[in-house]
């Protein structure tokens, strides 16, 4: 039995392991995180396609029981007006609109489903370097210990070990310009927002939110910002996110400054970044998926969506070819729509960082419904939601299709 050596257990991790388990292989997953985090990565969008992958997977009504079924986002104004109504999955289609959750109740969701396959998982395993040889490939981790296997698979996030080793020329993460900065609040009297998100483009950044049936507010922000040190944004103490949020957003419409007085628990600060192309996404026995090779911001809400397509595309090339035939056609499937997608963010970028001017900030509010109308309607990123993985079967021993 073929064994993979799997180097991240977050969103992608755990799909890979579950993929490749049911294609006879022996999987091993690795987290550098001693332990779960509660509200880790706060939330995300889930996408129509990612819930695709995840029905595969047997575990989308699981996630769907806790989740804010999110079809449209409203956007809005400095002042509150209304700019537009946009889709959040296939135009015309809300049964099938994508979903926001709580990032790690995606995680465990996975986790849950790797630990009933009964799937390993080490955690406090961070990797530090990676060893080929002609049959096998090894993990050294830093606390010491070491692991082997047939391949190693990266699901090792933007700042990837596994990006670096398959290519140590390969391009680094970009700063988009902006940071994403959130949590969760409470407002006494603020409904529930059903069905929908909320976008404002603030006088002076950008804004979101939506209302749980709990009244619990999930909201973000994208404050324009030069690229901060991660260890810097990690320990940026709370009273001083906030305050520079408060007064960023203090002259925006209801209930954006409300929220901000209501934040509960803890915020998180992340730089968003963008890798537009990486070259190489494989070498020898080892093969990096998700944002260790195409990282997107947050702004198209495909990350994870994104990173479940390369784990069931990964499955199904190994399953109908060894490797390293496997890698290269994975990342020949794999690679044009990715690095669509990262470019369809970085578009959506530009909007969101803060005009110069009060005469930019207003031609941007007038010309917004006239770029975004009939966007209900319009169809032509329907594609971006309707993509779909076959799940082909597996081989069996003699050569035959083997039926699940």
């Given at each position: ?10 969103v ?6 579950l ?6 292989w ?18 995300l ?72 396959a ?29 692991a082997v ?5 990266g ?9 670096r ?13 902006l ?5 969760f ?9 059903p ?9 002076h ?12 507010v999930?909201?973000?922000a ?10 810097a ?49 494989h ?7 998700g ?16 990173a479940?397509?390369d ?11 060894g ?29 969101k960082?803060v005009?110069?001017?009060r005469?930019t ?35 069996s ?8």
């Amino acid at each position: 039995m073929p064994k993979a050596l799997i180097i991240g257990g977050g969103v992608v991790g755990p799909a890979m392991a579950l993929f490749l388990q049911r294609d006879g292989w022996e999987v091993e997953l690795f987290e550098s995180r001693r332990e779960p985090d509660a509200f880790g990565g706060l939330f995300l969008n889930v996408a129509t396609n990612g819930l695709a992958v995840l029905e595969t997977l047997g575990v989308r009504e699981r996630l769907l029981s806790d989740a804010h079924h999110c079809p449209y986002m409203h956007m809005r104004g400095a002042r509150g007006q209304l700019l537009a109504t946009v889709p959040n999955g296939p135009a015309g289609e809300p049964e099938r609109g994508s979903a926001v959750v709580r990032r790690e109740w995606l995680n465990l969701v996975l986790r849950e489903a790797a630990e009933a396959a009964q799937i390993p998982t080490r955690w406090g395993a961070r990797l530090e370097r990676i060893e080929e040889g002609p049959d096998a490939v090894t993990a050294h981790f830093a606390d010491g210990t070491s692991a082997v296997g047939d391949i190693l698979i990266g699901c090792d996030g933007v700042g990837s070990v596994t990006r670096r080793w398959i290519d140590p020329h390969a391009p680094e993460p970009r700063c988009a310009g902006l940071l994403s900065v959130g949590g969760f609040a409470r407002v006494e009297g603020l409904q529930p927002t059903p069905d929908a998100q909320t976008m404002v483009f603030g006088e002076h950044g950008f804004f979101g939110y939506l209302v749980r049936e709990d009244g619990t507010v999930y909201w973000f922000a994208n404050p324009t910002h030069e690229e901060i040190d991660r260890e810097a944004l990690r320990t940026w103490p709370r009273d001083e996110i906030l305050a520079e949020l408060r007064d960023a957003h203090r002259n925006d419409p209801y209930p954006v400054p409300q929220i901000l007085d209501g934040v509960v628990g803890a915020v998180g600060a992340y730089g968003v970044y963008e890798l537009t192309h990486v070259p190489s996404w494989h070498r020898g026995r080892v093969v990096a998926l998700g944002d260790a090779v195409h990282a997107t911001s947050p702004s198209a809400g495909q990350g994870a969506s994104l990173a479940l397509e390369d784990a069931a595309t990964l499955a199904q090339c190994l399953r109908t070819g060894g490797f390293p035939d496997a890698f290269v056609r994975y990342q020949q499937r794999r690679q044009p729509r990715a690095e669509k997608v990262v470019a369809y963010a970085a578009s959506i970028n530009r909007n969101k960082r803060v005009p110069r001017t009060r005469l930019t900030r207003w031609l941007r509010d007038a010309m917004l419904p006239v770029f975004l109308r009939g966007a209900m309607t319009d169809t032509r990123n329907n594609d971006l939601y309707n993509y779909v993985v076959a799940d082909e079967p597996a081989p069996s021993p003699d050569g035959h299709p083997r039926r699940r």
